[in-house]
């Protein structure tokens, strides 16, 4: 009913032709999401507690759609292979969710209105449900989740823990989108330690929030737009707490393709001790 | 039952050196150092803080800290009841279970007459090195006989101390009472501020005797609701020791959870007595304002004031237990007697309820004077403009008003056949302004005579605005329109679905414009829609947009955040009632008036409220914001100036009607209107 109502809300208002959007039809031909993505067990551990997912969509054709791309990073902790059964719930999880509350109703609908969710509220929702469902499924479980949501150039960002999003720019390098959820990070954000304390301080590895606890989990939703010459990359700990940023910056921005620069960064990350599992997203969104 | 795994009475003690851990910065060592251990560089960390649970994990690999609240585990070993320890202490029931020390209510049997209950607490040396087992065993006897000698009824009593084998014990006092964690769980409400008060003091007061013992001042450290008793008589009893803190094993990895009353400082190694006022008013916050720490990002009581959730709590009582709270350790309390006195002046202190609760500071008076006011002959509700000196503002007396906007000399006024409720907008030295009477006016600015006027079929209660020689408006004919500016020539017009009332925003090549059929759309400069919104309600509201996002009102009681190219809803924020406020950026934050008597001010890239400022009446004037100030009318009938960031009160002034006006902020003079019909230049 509600959909004839749409088709028909079309006619309607045609009286007033100028009124109906054109759509406007883009080229499509570079009208999708280049990608790159990398993970390793690193060196010193036996396990590989991470896990990534990459989703992208596009198509071409009459009331094109922006192309879609989704993003998820996860890093799990607990013993008994539970930091990865964590860690690969919830990056599904939260896929499932966004994929069928926001990209499949895209599909067919005619217009935007609020009777969708917001953005922000279907990432939440995502993250909350990894976050259930890591909670009832893998007692004694956590991971951080850090999920990106690409509509063409648009990023909207999902983040609790402490893997990392960044914009990689030749001129500017790195730029951290997310704060990690550690106490270290508050600790250098209220002044009381420096970068460098903070990176060797003994507590550096004390999360405050994190996918698996109880109660209700707070989401941080960030939103940037990946221009053009920018890339967007996402990484467990393991790349960040190994490798410097103007190292990752020169490696990202030197490498023939995404995919060779994810390889050349867990390269780097294992060359400086690979003291942990290293996940690597790169992701450079369509041109307008 | 509630795990009393945590522990430090701290004992300042150059010589003390833990066995398990390593202290390499210059910080004295103190008996029960939360778990600061310093190593050597490129090693995995030690488990902070004493887990409540650990899940084993294989070699080196992170490890999950279950959150405070969970209970008790199991323990391997443990006594079983009825174990006798020492031939004298019967083991009756396992009492708790904590990350490094296991619990038991155990009767002393040396007391033959009576049943004289006790608390026995067990810690297991697991040092696998013989010479640092020795250390800690040594270490723990230290502690524990400095213990032992203090004599406070506000401390638990330390009876007894032993090792046998692995295994050392405390022998503690039993007290029947409950704790404060308890205390709260089970309050139904929020509990009375004079009986958190008469808590804190009878703390400063056991704090005041450890901090100044004798030869050296003894910091408790983990001062917090679990660890604060209440007896049977009313008493307040100190019942953790943070001695088993020597015998914490070397965890490594990731965990998660902060202890949440710790002081910044102390995770850099100090521990001077005033990290236990930093704890007590993070104990006294979370008392007042049931929001627990161990479930927020740590150190972050500033940003969530108690009056938020328990607006009953007494603004003194509150700077009180900020002044404990900051950051900075100069500007705590000194000592807690210092604190204490504090406390003990509060009216609360004395049995009263406190005094000044937030949000009752009704007063009807003004701050500030106008540099002068203008009558016009009937009520103003539209936005002066200010150009060139000149001060533009249409009234419902039909009128458009020049006035001087130094003095506020009457210099012209057109009339018109309608009210005017538009604002005028000011462009190549025409002033452009809508009217009831269905008509688009250009006038000279300078002289005020007609240039050309543009007609619809409708009111004109939008603001035009102008760009790319054409101006913008909408009408209640339900159409935009775009006429050139020299000539008024009608270039084209839009049909939306309901009248147009909000005003049009311009960027990026794009206009967008609500309408009173619930619609949001964005239209190129050729008069093609590129995207539209569907809301519920009418959106009266004017868009703000930024380089990624339209804002806009609408009457569904939203604020809603849209991505520019596609409309998408990116986030929305639901107020307290409709929106008719257009909102308006400043200082990065999104400021926006609701019909539910508050000013907003949203995060603009999450819509998450930072802070919301409450009149006495609706608020459906747009703000404006200048100089870190952001300014706005309420139909309670005042003009309010407030602090961006914070969003406290900087001024108020009262007019004699309501004020739905939007103010126009230039040179450091507010200009408002307001339903009593003037006009009013305020200092900004």
Known sequence: ?288 | MKSLETHHIGIPDPSAESPAQEQTSRETRYIGVPESPVEPAKEEPKAPGPPAQTADRKGRGTQYMAPPSAGPEPVEGRLPDGYMLQDRYRVLMLHAVGGMSTVYKAQDLRFTRVTRLCIVKEMLNTAADPQVRAMVKSNFEREANILAALNHPGIVEVYDFFSEGKRSYLVLEYVDGKTLEDLLDEAEGFLPESQVVNWAIQVCQVLSYLHSHDPQPIVFRDIKPSNIMLDGHGRIRLIDFGIARNFQSGQKGTMIGTEGYTPPEQYRGSAEPRVDIYALGATMHHLLSKQDPKLEAPFSFHERPIHRTNPTVSRELTDVVNRALEYDIDKRFGSAEEMQRALMSLSSARGGSGTAPFGTTAFVGSDITPLWRFRCEDEIRSTPAVHNGIVYVGAYDHNLYALDAESGKFLWKYATEGGIGSSPCVYEGRVLFGSADRLLYAINAETGRIAWTCPTQGSVWSSPRAAFDHVFFGSDDRNLYAANTYSGRVAWKFATEGKVRSSPSIGNDTIYVGCEGGVVYAVDISGQARWRFRAKRSVTSSPAFSDAMVYVGCQDSYVYGLDIRSGWSAWRQRTGGPVVSSPVFGEGLLLVGSVDKHLYALDADSGRIVWRYATEGQVTSNPAAAGGAVYFGSVDGAVYSLDIKTGNLRWRFQTEGPVVSSPTVMDSVVYIGSDDRYLYALPA
């Open chain 1, 1 to 288: 009913m509600k959909f004839l109502r749409n088709l028909l809300g079309r006619e309607e208002t045609s009286a007033s032709a100028s009124s109906v959007a054109p759509s406007p039809t883009v080229p499509c031909l570079h009208s999708r999401f280049r990608v790159g993505w990398a993970t390793d067990v690193g060196k010193a551990r036996r396990h590989n507690e991470d896990a990534a997912l990459v989703l992208t969509a596009a198509h071409d054709g009459e009331d094109a759609r922006q192309a879609f791309g989704l993003f998820a990073l996860a890093d799990g902790m607990g013993g008994h292979q539970a930091g990865e059964v964590a860690s690969s719930i919830a990056a599904r999880t939260a896929a499932h969710h966004i994929v069928h509350q926001l990209y499949l109703p895209t599909l067919v609908q005619q217009e935007h209105s609020t009777d969708q969710p917001a953005l922000s509220e279907v990432l939440v929702n995502a993250v909350q449900a990894a976050n259930r469902a890591v909670a009832s499924r893998v007692p004694g479980g956590g991971t951080t989740l850090t999920c990106a949501l690409l509509l063409g150039p648009r990023a909207y960002i999902a983040h609790v823990g402490d893997s990392r999003a960044y914009t990689v720019t030749e001129a500017d390098g790195l730029d951290q989108i997310t704060h990690d959820h550690s106490l270290v990070d508050r600790l250098v954000e209220l002044g009381q330690l420096t970068r460098d304390e903070a990176d060797v301080h003994p507590q550096k590895n004390v999360l405050y929030r994190a996918i698996g606890q109880s109660g209700v989990l707070d989401v941080d939703i960030y939103m940037r737009t990946v221009s053009e010459g920018e890339r967007l990359l996402l990484c467990s700990d393991g790349l960040w707490s190994m490798v410097r940023e103007t190292e990752i910056a020169s490696i990202v921005t030197t490498a023939p393709s995404l995919q060779a620069a994810c390889e050349s960064l867990v390269a780097a990350a294992n060359q400086a001790g690979g003291n942990d599992n290293i996940t690597v997203i790169l992701v450079e969104p369509p041109l307008d």
